[in-house]
């Protein structure tokens, strides 16, 4: 993964970049994860959204 966009803002203590490539797709900032039971529900994920540490959630870019 690569970070492509510039930084828009930081959640705990990472920055959120506008954008991330990951194999070669570019992939935008969606939303912030909501963490529930000690995990992150994966099966909450769109088949074409991916989350990335530190719970961040991007959506393919059409």
Excluded at 25 to 38: K, L
């Amino acid at each position: 993964m690569s970070q492509n966009g510039h930084a828009i803002g930081n959640y705990l203590g990472k920055p959120i970049f506008e954008s991330i490539e990951v194999q070669d797709d570019t992939y935008v900032f969606d939303r912030i994860a909501n963490y529930e039971d000690d995990e992150f529900p994966l099966d909450r994920l769109s088949e074409n959204e991916v989350l990335v540490e530190p719970g961040l959630i991007y959506r393919h870019k059409d």
